[in-house]
């Protein structure tokens, strides 16, 4: 029986991983001197990388760190090379800025979609958005590699969504699960010919796709798989059908590493996804994730993630984005209330979010309620029902006193 330890050093070797990594970061090393500097800080040389192994010196670069080093030298820190070919520029909340670079589908998204067998002649319904965030350009950009047309639904508009769906044969899709549950629903409720529901295969990713959900999607679309990425460095794993985890894409090195010291894991332990990303222009070496993972290996032998398990950190995904403390307390600072919470829910199949707030005494609770609606609309980008309470559960030892109380279940 294969190991985990022999499973990825058999993919490393396939893969030449051991070449690309050195490669990379000789190169990252010369164009960009934030690189440099850091394998400096870490008493290395970027001679001492010939290999995979020879990253393990140097710690991982936390997502927290990237902010930093941006807003200290916007808008890249330093991390991306002078002349590097930038084709678009993403935000993510932080903000955090994401540069795209030139070339056919370089998030890598291609990879899971022709997994799924979406292709030419395939008309995919992307519903991931458009606007700053990252998820929708990349989808597209991975659709178009595989050769398939794209309907650019992006988030809300459901009802053209659907009649979209019936009108142009629309054969496949990229999304939360959840939302394609929800086009599902509306689909159905507004009256329109199942014979003309051609939609077959869905790619879904930035949020757990829980068996019972899985089960409902499948009775319509037969053949749903999962994918995972982030917006800093794309696709990272995807299903294969097979059951067995998720398979590692190409042309990128994921490692699970031990919480707390970054190093490597090659067993079964859960740890921090840590990415390095291939590419001289903008080396993202030693990326920590925040994701937690494990390894498990495939029927063929290869290195599969056990899917994302949680969070290191305190941010949480709430429908395909992260939410934050911080951003929370950023969005918050000013606004007339002597305390509040975000409780996060789970409803059909459905994210939820809610504000709980109490009013500074003499203020009225509707205005309120309505600035801070306005504030998490425009600072945190969700829609967030806001509701006036006299009171919230207090500090010390409860659960629930935190400004993020997390309550779903993902069963």
């Known amino acids: 029986m294969t190991t985990i330890a022999e499973a990825l050093a058999g993919h490393h070797a396939r893969s030449g991983m051991d070449a690309a990594v050195a490669d990379a970061v000789t190169a990252g090393c010369r164009r960009v001197p934030a690189l440099a500097e850091r394998l400096s800080r870490a008493g290395m040389a970027p001679e001492d990388v010939t290999g995979v192994a020879g990253l393990a010196a140097l710690p991982v670069l936390s997502k927290d760190e990237v902010l930093e080093v941006q807003r200290a030298d916007p808008p890249f820190g330093g991390m991306l090379a002078d002349g590097a070919d930038v084709v678009r520029v993403f935000q993510s909340p932080g903000p955090l800025y994401e540069p795209q670079l030139a070339g056919e589908d370089p998030w890598r998204w291609g990879q899971a979609l022709a997994g799924l067998g979406v292709g030419a002649g395939d008309t995919v319904l992307n519903c991931f958005g458009y606007h700053l965030s990252p998820a929708g350009a990349m989808m597209e950009s991975g659709a178009r590699a595989v050769g398939a047309r794209v309907v650019p639904g992006g988030i809300g508009s459901q009802e053209l969504q659907v009649r979209a769906i019936a009108d142009l044969g629309v054969t496949a899709y990229t999304g939360l699960p959840s939302y394609l549950n929800a086009l599902l629903e509306r689909y159905d409720g507004a009256g329109l010919d199942p014979a003309r529901w051609r939609l077959t295969r869905a790619m879904v990713t930035a949020e757990p796709l829980p068996e019972s959900l899985r089960a409902v999607l499948t009775e319509r679309v037969p053949h749903v798989q999962m994918a995972y990425g982030t917006g800093e460095t794309g696709l990272l794993a995807h299903e294969t059908g097979d059951g067995h985890g998720l398979a590692l894409a190409q042309g990128v090195l994921v490692q699970v590493c031990e919480l707390g010291t970054g190093r490597p894991v090659e067993d079964d332990t859960e740890g921090e996804v840590v990415v390095t990303l291939l590419r001289p222009d903008y080396p993202l070496v030693r990326f920590g994730t925040g994701d937690l993972s494990g390894w498990q290996v495939g029927p063929d032998g290869s290195p599969r993630l056990r899917g994302v398990l949680g969070r290191s950190g305190a941010a949480v ?53 309505d600035e801070v609606r306005r504030r998490v609309r425009d600072g945190l980008r969700f829609n967030a029902e806001v509701v006036a309470v006299e009171a919230l559960p207090g500090d010390g030892d409860d659960a629930n006193a935190g400004p993020l109380v997390d309550t779903r279940d993902w069963a």
């Not at 305390?339 to 829910?345: C, H, K, L, S």
């Open 317 to 369: 995904k709430v429908r395909g984005m992260f939410l934050h403390p911080r951003q929370v307390a950023e969005v918050m600072a000013g606004a007339p209330v002597s305390r509040y919470r975000f409780v996060i829910g789970r409803e059909n199949h459905r994210d939820t979010l809610r504000c709980e707030v109490v009013p500074e005494p003499g203020a009225s609770s509707d205005g309120v309620a």
